[in-house]
């Protein structure tokens, strides 16, 4: 007997508040409607009173989504519920997850409040809430730090007042496996209306530990699973939804089984580590580029013989296709568009002649193009919605003279230039952008990366910069580094909205 495990993937919310991670509302759609072919069971789709953008995305996804319960976050403050049921109105199942934190730390230094007053305004959130809509999910906010005893009171007091699911959420990621597991079983065996509702696991990553903690609960007496794509989420992250769901797969000697759709977890994986920007890590398990990659001699021997060897998931369980194609500059657009569409990014004919320049460029310049290089390349095409552009950029590199920039821009169709010198290539040509564009603002991080391989590889530039007290974030990617972090920088400037 297989018990089944509701998957709730919160790669919408606390996936999404990671910095640089925001989506707009059409790309979260498209995640949306990924996540529903994936088979998650419920879609936190965002924190509806925390702006306009976010309550506009819990409207559309409610619209778009069909099978999955759609989630919007609360605190549990009456209009935050309100705002979130208005949200909801188009869902087919909508979800209110409201709640408060429950562990000392929050209750007498967050809220500075009393055990007794958190329950009760506990309580009055569940009861809000359940004027709106019938399935009510509570957070108690730092479970993994609260005490079980106090837990249980929470728990059993929500339960009471009508919540259908029960969230422990491990906010600070500090929990151990063990620990986090009593404190589920704890629940199932202390709280006495526990049946009427499910219990479910929150885990953050700090201590990576978030996949082990997760299961423990599963094995312990929770039914959902709260996780992410990629374990992207606030710090360290989140649970990743592909782990769990392989876990789930793999170890078939576990008595438990989700619904996701696995052949399809590559391609989601790709589609939000695109749309968000966010490189998945070479090793990282199930979706990273090495996952399935076998160097040393000996395991290419023993996976030749019999893939079990070295292997305990079929990559193409996965949705990893073996004989990918391997592209080059010899490559055709019919070779672009398979490799395309194994990573989820489907294009219209125009998109893809477009898009197959750009692969010429790039493998005329590099020897094989790997599935990032093609993610980057097209989030280049962001760039043709820029109001300012480079027009010519010269630098000067090395001690004497000192770094120089010549830099002319396209601004709205004005060309203007400036030149200027800086401790490097790149301060001098921020030093001559800033010059034109007779701005001040402060860079507050700039973060280059290789993220393939080789000299010949694209540099992916990262930049955060203050305007007026507001952060902005710029991105680009480029084989020129010295190009790719002028863009990089005109691109936030440009959101500052700030024009000469
Ligand atoms: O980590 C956390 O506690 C949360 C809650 C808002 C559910 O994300
Ligand atoms: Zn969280």
């Known amino acids: 007997m297989s018990d089944k495990i509701y998957i709730f993937d919160t790669t919408l919310r606390d996936g999404e508040q990671v910095p640089g991670c925001q989506l707009n509302t059409v790309e979260k759609i498209e995640v949306a409607k990924n996540l529903e072919q994936l088979g998650v069971d419920v879609i936190e789709a965002g924190f509806p009173v925390s702006s306009p953008g976010d309550f506009n995305s819990v409207v559309e996804i409610s619209k778009a989504v069909n099978r999955p319960t759609i989630c919007a976050l609360t605190r549990a403050v009456e209009n935050d519920i309100k705002v979130a049921a208005e949200a909801l109105q188009y869902a087919k199942h909508p979800r209110i997850h409201t709640g408060i934190g429950t562990s000392d730390f929050h209750i007498y230094s967050k809220l500075n409040s009393s055990p007794e007053e958190i329950i009760e305004r506990a309580v009055a959130a569940v009861k809000y809430a359940k004027r709106f809509v019938e399935d009510i999910e509570f957070y108690a906010e730092d479970a993994?730090?609260?005490?079980?005893?106090?837990?249980?009171?929470?728990?059993e007091a929500v339960i009471a007042a009508g919540a259908t699911v029960i969230n422990i959420p491990d906010t600070t990621g500090y929990a151990l496996p063990d620990e986090f597991g009593a404190k589920i079983k704890y629940l199932t065996e202390n709280v006495k209306n526990v049946h009427k509702a499910i219990l479910s696991t929150h885990c953050h990553n700090d201590l990576g530990m978030a996949t082990a903690n997760t299961l423990s609960g599963i094995m312990n007496g929770a039914r959902q699973v709260e996780v992410t794509l990629n374990g992207i989420g606030e710090r360290a992250g989140n649970t990743s939804l592909e782990e769990i769901a392989m876990i789930l797969k793999t170890r078939k000697d576990l008595p438990y089984h989700s619904n996701i759709e696995t052949k399809r977890i590559y391609k989601t994986s790709r589609l939000v580590s695109t749309l968000m920007r966010m490189p998945v890590q070479p090793n990282k398990a199930i979706v990273g580029r090495n996952a399935f990659a076998h160097s040393s001699g000996i395991h290419q021997d023993g996976v030749l013989k019999n893939r079990e060897n070295y292997e305990i998931i079929d990559p193409v369980d996965v949705g990893i296709n073996q004989s990918s194609i391997i592209l080059t500059a010899r490559s055709g657009r019919a070779a672009l568009k398979h490799r395309l569409d194994v990573i989820g990014i489907q294009l219209s004919k125009t998109e893809l002649d477009t898009a197959y320049d750009k692969f010429l460029i790039i493998a005329d310049r590099k020897k094989d193009i790997l599935d990032e290089d093609l993610v980057l390349m097209l989030n280049l095409k962001k760039e043709d919605k820029h109001k300012i552009t480079i027009d010519h950029l010269l630098v000067i590199s090395g001690q004497t003279p000192m770094p120089t920039a010549i830099v002319r821009l396209n601004v709205d169709g004005k060309l203007m230039e400036a030149t200027s010198t800086g401790n490097g290539p790149i301060d001098a040509t921020f030093s001559a952008i800033k010059k034109i564009l007779n701005k001040t603002v402060v860079l507050e991080e700039f973060l280059i990366q290789a993220i393939t391989r080789g000299s010949n590889d694209l540099g992916k530039v990262h930049i955060?910069?203050?305007?007026?007290?507001?952060?902005?974030?710029?991105?680009?990617?480029?084989?020129d580094i010295v190009t790719a972090s002028a863009e990089a920088f005109l691109d936030a400037i440009e959101k500052t909205g700030l024009r000469p």
């Open 144 to 155: 993994g730090r609260t005490s079980n005893e106090y837990l249980a009171r929470v728990v």
């Open 464 to 479: 955060q910069i203050k305007s007026n007290e507001v952060t902005y974030y710029g991105f680009s990617a480029n084989t």
